[in-house]
């Protein structure tokens, strides 16, 4: 029983605490949400009060910032303005440097000050600040002058460089490059003219920089050049007139050679100056002086290759050679002057070609105007002549093949070379495909046949006599063909040789004209009776054949000797009178030997006892005729 109400005493004092306990924790809760409702309380009120805040304070926070930025601006203002000021106030020592000139002052301290004042300059007019207006005009004088100075030190640098002249032959005779430029004076020039350069609106080549080095130095290239020009045109003139021009005795080569070294130097120094941009007009710009004596000159030349085009033509054409090896040169080297030698070249060149066609046309004028042929046979200088033209002009194969190309096959005919330079080109002149060698050979082949024709119709009417036409056309076409045989025109010509065959058939038909008249005396047409008849094919017995002749048939007989004789004796005469070539006299001799020596022994072998011995009618037994055909080829 006890136990029992311990137990209830215990769970009671349980629950009483448990039940403390939840009051406990229910006051805290009440407390709790009191709390919080402080708190939401709070927050309203604070939200309120934030909002009340953000309503004041934001217009105050952007005037903040404007005047943030106003005050950034202002402090770049004061800058800007202390720059703009620092100009003027250092003008004074910039204007000493400028005053003082760059040799004085020092160009590389020069070209500082006036970098420096350019900079400034162009700040100013940047601000446009009317306070500023006054200095940009003083330095706007002070760049002018310090430019000019700077031009007038450029020209007094190069001057103090450039010889009047030089002598070329030195060079060339030594093989020596020409001089350029010191490299510190090249230095300095470069200098300003990068200087210059930079304020210049348009191309340097227009600027006086450009313009004082192609006053000082085409002016020296000229000197050193005009020597060697003028000798170029001496040499053209001859002591014999008459005389072929020869390859190299013109001075021209020479002048090309001192042309071509002197233009490289002056390139190099070109080069060396001025911007890649400019390199090509200030070189032009400087040749254009020594251009102008070279075309001058190239001139003169042409007149004098005019006056004397059967002689000098071959001047034209190694000039030709020469102008166009020296623009390919200076073309590879420099990539300029192409076009300017081109036009000093054209009257030269246009001569060259125009003088195939007129040395054509003259051997026919020469020809046709001949008014007597010799009686002798004998040729015409102009045979001679012409082919040693040809001759002549193998020295020349190279440039002469080159106008044979641009003239085209066949070009020199019909006037077409006498176009001139304004004349449309043939579609020849463009063929890529074109042999000028083989051209060439065409044209030497219209020259011997334009001459054989025209000494062929010349001598059918000056000379009636056709052994004399034989002798005189046979000797044209020897000497021809010997020209060809021993000339380097053989490897061309010698292929083509059977026009001449037409002109010898011609010539051997003529002379042997008088051998068919000899020959007439040599055919008998005696009848001899059957029984006095000789046997054909074997031997001939003259008494046998004599004794059956009647009285009126030997009368005949010796009659034909006689005849014989008198005209083989006479054409002996005039063959030795003959003025001939030695294979002209030994061809007419092998002619006249082939044709009357059979006759004539077939002619003494039957009838040569007409006389018995005596000689009176038989003059010429067979090996002492036979002497004289052997002496008629010797």
């Not at 009126?552 to 083989?568: P, T, Y």
Request: charged share 25%; net charge neutral.
């Amino acid at each position: 029983m006890a136990v029992g109400l311990a137990s209830n005493v215990s769970l009671n004092s349980l629950d009483e605490e448990a039940r403390a306990e939840v009051d406990v924790l229910n006051s805290r809760l009440d407390k709790t949400t009191q709390l919080t409702k402080k708190i939401q309380a709070c927050l309203s009120r604070l939200e309120a009060t934030g909002q009340s805040v953000r309503e004041v304070a934001g217009p105050l926070n952007g005037e903040t910032r404007r005047l943030q930025v106003l005050g950034s601006n202002v402090d770049s203002v004061i800058s800007a303005i202390d720059r703009l000021r620092q100009p003027a106030d250092s003008k004074d020592d910039e204007e000493q440097i400028i005053r003082a000139g760059p040799e004085k002052a020092g160009l590389s301290a020069y070209l500082g000050s006036l970098k420096r004042i350019n900079r400034s300059h162009a700040d100013m007019q940047a601000s446009n600040l009317r306070a500023n207006q006054n200095t940009m005009v003083d330095l706007t004088k002070l760049i002018k002058s310090g430019n000019t100075q700077l031009e007038s030190y450029f020209d007094k640098l190069l001057r103090a460089e450039t010889p009047r002249a030089l002598e070329p032959l030195h060079y060339i005779t030594k093989d020596k490059e020409f001089p350029v430029l010191p490299q510190e004076t090249i230095t300095r020039l470069g200098l300003i003219y990068s200087h210059l350069a930079s304020t210049q609106k348009s191309g340097a080549y227009d600027s006086p920089i450009a313009k004082i080095y192609a006053d000082i130095r085409g002016p020296y290239l000229s000197a050193s050049l005009v020597n060697l020009a003028a000798a170029s045109v001496n040499t053209a003139k001859k002591k014999n007139p008459g005389a072929i021009y020869r390859s190299g005795t013109n001075g021209i080569g020479t002048y090309a050679k001192a042309m071509e070294g002197i233009f490289i130097a002056e390139y190099e120094d070109v080069c060396s100056i001025f911007a890649r941009e400019d390199w090509g007009p200030v070189f032009q710009n400087t040749c254009q002086s020594p251009l102008a004596e070279l075309a001058r000159t190239l001139r003169e030349l042409n007149a004098h290759i005019k006056q004397h085009l059967t002689t000098d033509c071959y001047l034209a054409y190694e000039v030709t050679e020469i102008l166009s090896t020296l623009s390919g040169s200076l073309e590879t080297r420099t990539g300029e002057l192409k076009s300017q030698l081109a036009a000093a070249l054209k009257p030269v060149r246009e001569t060259a070609k125009s003088s195939l066609a007129e040395l054509l046309e003259e051997t026919k004028r020469k020809i046709g105007s001949v008014q007597t042929l010799p009686n002798d046979g004998a040729p015409l200088p102009i045979v001679s002549e012409s082919m040693q033209r040809l001759q002549a002009m193998m020295e020349f194969l190279r440039p002469i093949a080159s106008i044979m190309i641009s003239l085209g096959d066949g070009g020199w005919k019909n006037g077409a070379s006498a176009r001139g330079a304004d004349a449309i080109p043939s579609l020849a002149s463009f063929d890529v495909t074109a042999d000028g060698e083989k051209i060439f050979t065409h044209y030497c082949m219209d020259t011997i046949e334009a001459l054989l024709m025209s000494l062929d119709s010349k001598m059918r009417v000056l000379i009636r006599n056709k052994s004399t036409q034989g002798v005189f056309l046979a000797n044209s076409t020897v000497i021809i063909e010997r020209a060809i045989l021993t000339s380097e025109l053989a490897p061309l010509l010698q292929p083509r040789l059977e026009v001449l065959d037409k002109y010898r058939k011609t010539a051997k038909t003529a002379y042997s004209e008088v051998c068919r008249e000899l020959s007439i005396h040599l055919f008998d047409t005696i009848h001899t009776s059957q029984r006095a008849r000789p046997q054909s094919g074997g031997p001939i017995d003259s008494a046998t054949v004599v004794k059956a002749l009647n009285s009126k048939d030997k009368d005949k007989i010796k009659e034909k000797f006689q005849q014989f004789n008198s005209g083989f004796d006479d054409m002996v005469s005039k063959h030795k009178a003959y003025s001939m070539e030695r294979d002209v006299r030994t061809m007419f001799g092998q002619e006249i030997r082939q044709m009357l020596q059979p006759l004539y022994d077939r002619f003494w072998d039957r009838y040569h006892e007409i006389d018995k011995g005596k000689g009176k009618y038989v003059k010429y037994d067979k090996s002492s005729i036979a002497a004289v055909f052997v002496s008629l080829g010797g």
